[in-house]
Every structure is written in structure tokens, then in C-alpha cells.
């Protein structure tokens, strides 16, 4: 479910917009995505690897929970890209694409989890990627806008990837 499409900054805005919504309850994990694109204006995705705690084999982007010490929503995208490809990537963060709603089933809890995504558009812009968390990935795949099989993506990345796809549809 589709959110908003405004940025904001951190975990008080976000309760802020948040608070109205009956819809989403107070135990829900805010999660930085980011939707990179290469030199070809392919996708860059992630298949999720044994080690992740919900839709494992599932192709994600990249990206991943914010941590109370996340100074704020960027900050928190720049980690998350740091600790899954690697300090020889240098990947732009451009603008905020929107944010959605989620659950998933998490597998090390064994119980449903809801998350707030919020999605950027990134370019990487020179370097390489690598596999930082061999358990949690295992591998990259780079997919021009229409050429993915919507059934590898996960359950949160199919909404996203639709969303993303009518944004950008001239990247195709």
C-alpha cells in the first residue's frame, strides 16, 4: 500500500505523517531502499540468501532496516549500501520515490512483521559492487525496467518495482 511520496527526514517525521493513519499499527520496522540504476539503466537487485529473515531466493534491492543510531533517513541508506556492496561502489542517492506498507512473515520470529519502506533512486556512478554478506546475498542481478520476472521479486519489492517502473519508464 502506497503511502506518501513527499521526503521526510527522520523517525519523528515519520511518526508525525504516520500518526493519522489507523490503518498501520505501532509495531511496524522502517526500512531504506534503494532503487540503483547502472550506466545501461538496469536495476541493480539482490538475491536474498539463506541468512535473511523472510522471502529467502526472492530478488530484492538494495537497502534495509534504519537503526536507532541512523541520524536521519539518508544516513541511513548510505550504511545500508556501505555494509551490502562494499566501499568500492560509489552509488549517488538522487531523489525519494515514495514510501509503502508492508508484512511480512519473519522467519527468525516466526510471526508477521509490518514495514514502512521508503524508496530512493541511486546511480552508481563509477566502482564495483560486491557481496559483503555472502548468507544474506547470494549475488547480484541488473534487470532493464520490464525485463524482470515480477514472480522472483519479493512480496515488498513487487509493489515498489511497479511503482518505480511507471516513474522511470523511459529508462527502459
Not at 9 to 34: G, H, P, Q, R
Not at 37 to 65: A, S, Y
Request: hydrophobic content about 35%; proline content about 1%.
Amino acid at each position: 500500500m502506497e503511502l506518501f511520496s513527499k521526503e521526510i527526514n527522520d523517525m519523528n517525521e515519520l511518526k508525525e505523517v504516520l500518526k493519522a493513519n489507523n490503518n498501520i499499527s505501532k509495531e511496524y520496522e522502517v526500512a531504506v531502499i534503494a532503487y540503483v540504476f547502472d550506466k545501461e539503466n538496469k536495476i541493480i537487485f539482490q538475491r536474498r540468501g539463506p541468512g535473511c529473515r523472510d522471502e529467502i531466493l526472492k530478488l530484492e534491492t538494495i537497502g534495509g532496516r534504519v537503526k536507532d543510531c541512523d541520524i536521519n533517513f539518508r544516513t541511513a541508506l548510505y550504511r545500508e549500501i556501505l555494509e551490502e556492496v562494499g566501499s568500492d561502489a560509489n552509488i549517488e542517492i538522487e531523489e525519494f520515490i515514495t514510501s509503502t506498507y508492508a508484512k511480512t512473515f519473519d522467519l527468525r520470529s516466526n510471526k508477521e512483521q509490518e514495514w514502512i519502506y521508503l524508496v530512493y533512486k541511486g546511480n552508481l556512478k563509477s566502482g564495483n559492487i560486491h557481496i559483503t554478506e555472502p548468507t544474506k546475498n547470494l549475488g547480484y542481478e541488473r534487470y532493464k525496467i520490464g525485463e524482470v520476472d515480477e514472480n522472483e521479486l519479493s512480496n515488498g519489492a513487487k509493489e515498489l518495482y511497479n511503482i518505480v517502473s511507471k516513474k522511470y519508464k523511459s529508462l527502459k
